[in-house]
């Protein structure tokens, strides 16, 4: 993923944050309370959030290193596990299909190799990182 993608994927996600988040705080609230998953859609909406900060962040330290192909795989797992982590448990709290439980694992291990491709992307460039 280039870094004006990065950053505009970050934005848009950003804003589905906020929107999904205040919906389900005010017009899904009694179905969320309903299935007992209240938590568990503030959970998916807070991840998301927190993951499309950091596409945001790594956009931005993409547009000083272009060719580091590392970052951008890293944005594009961070995308795959907002997908699968908050996607599957949106999905779990408005359906109750608890099966879903069992893929949300998958997203959370795709967040953390994203972590670990900006550490490895930031680590081939440090040399450029002078104080």
């Given at each position: 993923?280039?870094?004006?993608s990065s950053?505009?994927?970050?934005?848009?996600?950003?804003?589905?944050?906020?929107?999904?988040?205040?919906?389900?705080a005010?017009g899904?609230?009694?179905?969320l309370?309903?299935?007992?998953?209240?938590?568990?859609?503030?959970?998916?909406?807070?991840?998301?959030?927190?993951?499309?900060?950091?596409?945001l962040?790594?956009?931005i330290?993409q547009?000083?290193?272009?060719?580091?192909?590392?970052?951008g795989?890293?944005?594009?797992?961070?995308?795959?596990?907002?997908?699968?982590?908050?996607g599957?448990?949106?999905?779990?709290?408005?359906?109750?299909?608890?099966?879903?439980?069992?893929?949300t694992?998958?997203?959370?291990?795709?967040?953390?190799?994203?972590w670990?491709?900006?550490?490895?992307?930031?680590?081939?460039?440090?040399?450029?990182?002078?104080p």
């Amino acid at each position: 993923m280039k870094a004006i993608s990065s950053i505009q994927i970050a934005c848009i996600l950003g804003l589905l944050s906020v929107g999904i988040g205040a919906f389900g705080a005010h017009g899904l609230s009694e179905i969320l309370e309903s299935l007992g998953r209240t938590e568990t859609f503030e959970t998916a909406i807070k991840y998301q959030f927190y993951h499309s900060l950091a596409i945001l962040a790594v956009g931005i330290i993409q547009l000083k290193f272009p060719n580091n192909r590392i970052l951008g795989w890293a944005n594009s797992i961070f995308l795959a596990g907002i997908l699968i982590f908050s996607g599957s448990l949106l999905v779990l709290s408005l359906s109750g299909a608890n099966w879903l439980g069992a893929i949300t694992p998958f997203g959370g291990i795709a967040l953390m190799t994203g972590w670990l491709l900006v550490f490895l992307g930031i680590n081939k460039e440090k040399k450029h990182f002078n104080p």
